[in-house]
């Protein structure tokens, strides 16, 4: 087990290395960075094989002691949502091998290896059991992930990466200031060791603690009213940058509220996250179906759907944070498809706007179909996996009696579904615009990145294929977050 954890977070930054050592030559950059990702994905792979035959695992780094050392856990829950985020920068990567060298695509100098230091960030953010080393892999993420949002210098992408790095660094300092309060009040940072002792002070620390956390990580994860960076950076960055923006780096928020609410007992807090759930449910999706770009759209329902795992969170009960855990697995690479959709429909249109779009069903009907399938499923219609995870997470309300919320649920789902009409109407069914594409792309360009996007579709119908099986890792991961005794003594021992 050390040997594929190893690979999927020093792997990745070995990577990087070597690709901006070998950043003058395309052919040793790209078998660099896609080696290394693709390592760490297998590896994450092999770790979800172990886990579900052998149990957990957790590494002691250096064999320090808990309160003192870093430790890695390989829990179901870890080692369920980390196949899947590698996947999906694996599948970008792919993307951007065709896109890099159109109109549209980002600096190969610096995209592979930034990706790759993405990576790492990624996987020692989902394999932490400390609190600190959590704040040093968000650290990675943000700082690769701003050079990624810039590095092309237009004045939108610095006008709104500026949004991005003030609101996330806001975050950091929270964090920071989290970290030391958590420590003066319990001693450690240690996620296992605050399991034990955070539900023994008293109700007002506790409840402050959670809410503080709720800020932090709610920012990362564009919870209402802290999301206004996220619709206006995404848009403006290559697709291959925003595919993986909107696939992973709010829902490695979410996974972080998920683990730490739920080890710590943070039962209090679930009005409050009740509450911030449905209002970002809702103006996520209104706010999707006011926008007249593909982007735009996409990224505001990367807001709402937040809105639902919050809401399996809230409940907090087996059943409500198992749709959350499930909702959180499928999420990402229906995000990401849908993204890369998009970047073909500017590669071939030389827009994303709706209103300078149109006639795809008839000259490209493969766009059309790849299109047709993740936006189904993001808008849980059945048989696909957003209509397996929302029955799960709005199942889960129903049983809790939370009706409102149950309500919200509803309204944002059909919102959902008016707006992904409205792409589809728009871009797809719609005339086609009198001016060509101003793509430069050459027919090779496009057969990889259609490829690439062909892959991430499969990927979304395998989760649909394998729903049942996924959903019962989800609950069995649940229950160990709901009962923390176990990862007390996982970590502990």
Not at 265 to 293: E, F, K, R, S, Y
Request: charged content about 10%; some cysteine.
């Amino acid at each position: 087990m050390n040997t594929l954890i190893t690979m999927t977070i020093i792997g990745p930054l070995l990577a990087a290395a070597a690709g901006m050592a070998f950043r003058r030559s395309a052919r040793l950059r790209d078998i660099s960075t896609l080696t290394g990702v693709a390592s760490a994905a297998i590896a994450s792979f092999g770790m979800l094989w172990q886990v579900s035959s052998n149990g957990a695992t957790a590494v002691r780094v250096g064999a320090w002691n808990p309160e003192l050392g870093i430790v890695l856990v390989v829990d179901l829950f870890a080692a369920l949502v980390l196949p899947v985020a590698l996947s999906v920068i694996l599948v970008v990567e792919i993307f951007a091998f065709g896109q890099r060298r159109t109109a549209w695509g980002a600096n190969p100098e610096l995209t592979g290896p930034l990706l790759s230091v993405l990576t790492a960030g990624v996987s020692l953010a989902i394999l932490t059991g400390d609190l600190f080393t959590l704040f040093v892999a968000f650290e990675l993420i943000l700082v690769s992930s701003y050079v990624l949002l810039t590095h092309q210098g237009q004045r939108e992408q610095i006008r709104s990466g500026m949004t991005y790095v003030v609101m996330n660094l806001l975050a950091s300092t929270l964090f920071l200031f989290g970290l030391a309060i958590v420590y003066a009040a319990t001693g450690t940072v240690n996620i296992a060791l605050l399991a034990e002792r955070i539900p023994d002070l008293s109700e007002g620390v506790r409840i402050g603690i959670g809410m503080w956390f709720l800020v932090v990580f709610g920012t990362k994860a564009a919870l209402f009213p802290l999301f206004s960076w996220l619709p206006d950076s995404y848009p403006t960055a290559p697709t291959t940058i925003t595919a993986v923006f909107a696939g992973l780096l709010t829902k490695i928020g979410i996974y972080a509220m998920i683990r730490f609410h739920t080890l710590t007992g943070m039962d209090d807090l679930g009005p409050v996250l009740l509450i911030v759930a449905g209002i970002t449910m809702l103006v996520g999706a209104l706010g999707a179906l006011a926008q007249n770009d593909i982007k735009r759209i996409l990224s505001f329902h990367v807001i709402s759907q937040i809105g639902y795992m919050l809401m399996g969170l809230g409940l907090f009960s087996v059943a409500g944070t198992t749709g959350a855990i499930l909702f959180l697995v499928h999420h990402m690479p229906v995000k990401t498809v849908l993204f890369l959709v998009g970047g073909l429909i500017e590669n071939h249109q030389g827009t994303s706007a709706l209103d300078r779009s149109g006639g795809l069903v008839r000259s490209r009907p493969l766009i059309a179909f790849l299109f047709a399938i993740p936006a189904l499923s993001l808008a849980g219609l059945p048989p696909f996996s957003g209509f397996v995870a929302k029955l799960a997470v709005i199942d889960a309300g129903v049983e809790g009696l939370s009706t409102s919320i149950v309500v919200c649920a509803l309204v944002a789902g059909i919102l959902t579904l008016l707006s992904m009409t409205k792409i589809w109407l728009g871009a797809f069914w719609g005339p086609s615009p009198e001016t060509g594409s101003s793509t430069t792309s050459t027919a090779l360009n496009r057969k990889i990145m259609t490829g690439a996007t062909m892959l991430a579709v499969g990927g979304t119908l395998t989760i649909s294929l394998f729903a049942g099986s996924i959903f019962d890792l989800s609950q069995e991961a649940a229950i160990q977050l709901i009962n923390e005794d176990s990862y007390i003594t996982l970590v502990l021992s």
